[in-house]
DNA sequence: TAATTCGCTAGACCGA
DNA sequence: TCGGTCTAGCGAA
């Protein structure tokens, strides 16, 4: 019989000492288990005598923990190695270690990978995409994919529980009440349910906590992806431990299953067999971590502002319990588990075809990918290219060559010294995607470095290795090819009319941009399959003498170049250029520039200030331009920093926009002044006094205690729950003698009790100090009342 | 518990 | 209480 659907999930069971992939497959209208019993696990070895050692090993009796066991076959393969196949995994790890007993086996081969990456990879299966079972009784005998339009049924959930203390304990704090978010079919919007024992807005009433766990496992079934926010640590651990408590069961597997609680260090992994968990806080870690987004803190009110611009309100832990017990302010709360559902679903749902796509390309799952590193994704990318191929891909390093590869360091790109000072007429120019398109361009790969044939030729590195000009490299020609596709795409996007496509097709080219990103990165990551190191250095010496290159080409035609960091240069027109000057210095660039190099125009702009560092010698990556609309590009400065005050980044943009946009130092100094008067008068509000940073070490490993370490100590005194990882907002109050002393943890602030004298000397003048001593002014100007200088930026 | 290096700044720490 | 050094965090690319 002929099945279609979609696949969500997969996983391996052993079944009569046997392992068994089942696939979860979204049919029709529900999500059905097929098993595949005929793929056996396997791993290659390679022997100085072929023909002896697939004898010896069919032979072998391995040791197992209850009983003896053979490998099912051993037979010549790829690369002149021997693959031996298993009955289950369990067998196929004992053998491993017992496989160097016979004698000529010089070196095992992809022993080191999961089960059902194997399946995936080894059948050509794509998560999410469709396929198309040829099956009897749900029994597996041959599969492949399909392309299918992926229409799925996604449902967000989200708990408030009680607490007496700060933080709510599954063994005695119960679930008060559960949203749920959902699409509505028959009125095509989105709707959130409120589960809960009292009455109110939107809710779904029940008589009682066991009812609201049933409740919600009854709505989660029939859908198809599991969405919250930190699921993996909280709701559905939580869930699933009140259920045990009440004695009944959150199964909400489609086997039947409860969550899977995986611990990785400090947090966990929750799995739903069947139903994938997709984690918006995992996402937005990802999302961080690509550069997506960026955000002060990873609590959704903080999320949900940095992602929509929205301002949501929050209720406290303490606040939830005192609403419930009093009643009062209970439609707040609702609104509050509402919008918490609802936003979560919001967030998972828009980013959603971008970790499908993320997924498709390299082969895992939902689940997978959602909580996916840069490296782990370029290298089951490049396994499964491997293995189309017919290669085998390498091992992973020990930790002996771990250690060793981390000992190596590696020099980056260059930055150029900026002149300081107000600069008008400012023409940006950059390198588009510049690691990636040096290793397409010069074939840079482990295996094509210092080749036999090419010592001479195009690609000798300006550190001196050489990479091969005859034979493709591994890692560019697939680079090569995720660039072709993504311009593809790019183009077919700016065509497509379709709103539902022009989606799939961004999230497409937006992962493949992604990936191709993340190459370079991974030759150079310690724990990577594909490590080399004089690869990645190459890729470095490229970058830097052709940045350096285009500055020197500049200035022979012309230009000033003020700054320049890794991959750009900053080009100053003169009277006598024009934009067309520009355009054709780059065109020009670019006939010389080797393969799919291509410099490019980043923008115009009218003005930009480079400021000084206190020594004195201009200060690299922190820059303010003006475009020529009028629109500023703040980088580098305080104001992009969470371990600033908002008083002292709001005062330092104000300054910024009034110098580039107006060039008025004048109305700066008055601007700055206004703010030390109100902070001087205990006029400035808690909200503007916050400074983040975050704990990134255990509390009592600091050598050096600064404020906010300091304040997250006081804190854990009065009981809060502070550990590594923990972005700590706190004002520096008028209680103590060292800053240190007087930190303290916002919540605990009183309105009012700040250091006046610490926000202006510590955080508003140096925000903004050397800025205006672009123009002449120096701190007596701020603090005094008369003008010293009466040089004007453009007079 | 998983990409890299370059660069800036603050504040503690320490010895004179 | 000073100035130099070191620890720490965060951002740019």
């Known amino acids: ?3 279609k659907g979609i696949l969500l999930d997969l996983d391996s069971i052993q079944e009569n000492e046997k392992s068994v992939i089942r696939l979860f497959v979204k049919t029709e209208n529900r999500i059905e288990i097929f098993k595949d019993k005929n793929f056996s696990p396997y791993f290659y070895v390679k022997a100085l005598d072929n023909k002896k050692a697939i004898k010896d090993i069919i032979e072998k009796e391995f040791e197992g923990k209850e009983k003896k066991f053979k490998a099912i076959k051993a037979e010549e393969s790829i690369e002149g190695s021997i693959k031996i196949y298993f009955n289950s995994t369990t067998d196929l790890v004992e053998a491993l270690q017992q496989i160097k007993e016979i004698s000529g086996i010089t070196e095992k081969r992809e022993y080191d990978f999961i089960f059902t990456s194997r399946y995936l990879i080894d059948k050509g299966l794509e998560p999410l995409n469709g396929i198309e079972i040829e099956e009897e009784e749900k ?27 700060k933080f709510s304990d599954a063994k005695f704090d119960p679930i008060l009440m559960s949203a749920v978010t959902f699409f509505d079919k028959k009125t095509n919007k989105l709707k959130t349910e409120i589960i809960t024992t009292k009455k109110g807005s939107n809710v779904l009433l029940v008589k009682e906590e066991k009812e609201i766990i049933e409740k919600l496992k009854e709505k989660i079934q029939g859908k198809d992806v599991l969405i919250t926010y930190n699921g993996d640590s909280f709701d559905l651990p939580y869930a699933k431990e009140r259920a045990r408590k009440l004695k009944t069961r959150f199964d909400i597997g489609i086997d039947g299953s409860e969550p899977l609680i995986r611990r990785k260090g400090l947090y966990n992994a929750t ?132 250690k060793k590869r981390i000992m190596q360091s590696l020099k980056g790109g260059h930055v150029r010294e900026p002149i300081a000072g107000l600069h008008e007429n400012i023409a940006v120019l950059d390198f588009r995607s510049l690691h990636p398109s040096i290793m397409i361009s010069h074939n840079i790969s482990p295996e094509t470095i210092n080749c036999k044939c090419c010592k001479n030729g195009k690609h000798v590195s300006p550190e001196g290795n050489w990479f091969c000009e005859n034979k493709k490299g591994f890692l560019p020609s697939i680079q090569k090819e995720l660039l072709d596709k993504r311009t593809e795409l790019k183009n077919e996007l700016k065509k497509e009319k379709n709103e539902l496509k022009k989606t799939s097709l961004n999230a497409r080219q937006h992962a493949m941009k992604i990936l191709l990103n993340s190459f370079y990165g991974y ?11 004089e690869s990645a250095k190459a890729v470095t010496a490229w970058s830097r003498y052709y940045i350096k290159e285009i500055a020197k080409k500049a200035e022979e035609q012309g230009f000033t170049v003020i700054y320049g960091d890794t991959d750009s240069a900053f080009i100053k027109m003169p009277k006598t250029k024009t934009k067309k000057d520009v355009l054709d210095f780059v065109k020009k660039i670019n006939l010389d520039l080797p393969g799919v190099m291509e410099l490019e125009l980043e923008g115009f702009f009218k003005r930009g200030i480079f400021v000084t560092k206190k020594e004195g010698t201009a200060a690299k990556k922190r820059y303010a331009l003006i475009d020529e609309k009028d629109k500023l590009k703040i980088v580098g400065f305080e104001y992009v920093r969470r371990d600033w005050s908002g008083i002292a980044k709001n005062t330092q943009k104000k300054v910024i926009e009034l110098v580039l946009k107006e060039g008025k130092p004048e109305k700066a ?89 610490y926000y202006i000397k510590n955080q508003v003048i140096p925000a903004v100090i050397k800025i205006i001593q672009e123009f002449g ?15 004007s930026a453009f007079g």
């Open 1 to 3: 019989m002929k099945t």
């Open 139 to 165: 029994e597996i005998n041959s599969i492949k994919k399909i392309e299918t339009e992926t229409e799925l049924n996604f449902i967000a959930f989200d708990l408030e529980t009680y607490s007496e203390t």
């Open 271 to 402: 799995r739903v067999k069947g139903i994938p968990h997709f984690d918006a806080y995992q996402l937005v870690r990802i999302l961080a971590r690509f550069g997506i987004i960026n955000s002060i803190k990873y609590d959704l009110e903080t999320i949900v502002n940095s992602i929509y611009g929205i301002k949501k309100e929050k209720i406290k832990a303490e606040d939830i319990t005192r609403i419930w017990k009093t009643g009062e302010g209970y439609e707040k709360l609702l609104k509050y588990n509402y919008e918490d559902s609802e936003y979560t679903y919001k967030i998972a749902f828009d980013f959603f075809p971008l970790m499908a796509e993320l997924g498709k390309l390299t082969k895992q799952t939902l689940f997978e990918v959602n909580r996916s590193s840069a490296s782990d994704m370029v290298e089951k990318l490049l396994i499964n290219k491997s293995f189309q191929e017919k290669k085998l891909f390498p091992n992973k390093p020990n930790e002996t060559e771990i």
């Open 523 to 533: 030759l150079a990551y310690e724990r990577s399959r594909w490590y080399s190191f």
């Open 669 to 757: 100094i008055q601007e700055v002044k206004k703010v030390i008067k109100e902070l001087k008068e205990g006029k400035i509000q808690k909200k503007d006094l916050v400074i983040f940073s975050q704990i990134k070490k255990s509390i009592g490993s600091y050598d050096a205690i600064g404020p906010h370490v300091s304040a997250a100590k006081k804190a854990i005194k009065k009981g809060k729950s502070i550990g590594t990882g923990s972005i700590i907002g706190y004002i520096i109050t008028r209680n103590g003698k060292s800053i240190s002393d007087k930190s303290e943890l916002e919540e605990f602030v009183e309105e009012g009790n700040y250091d006046s004298e």
């Open 777 to 791: 002014y120096d701190e007596k100007d701020l603090i005094l009342g008369g003008k010293q200088s009466s040089l």
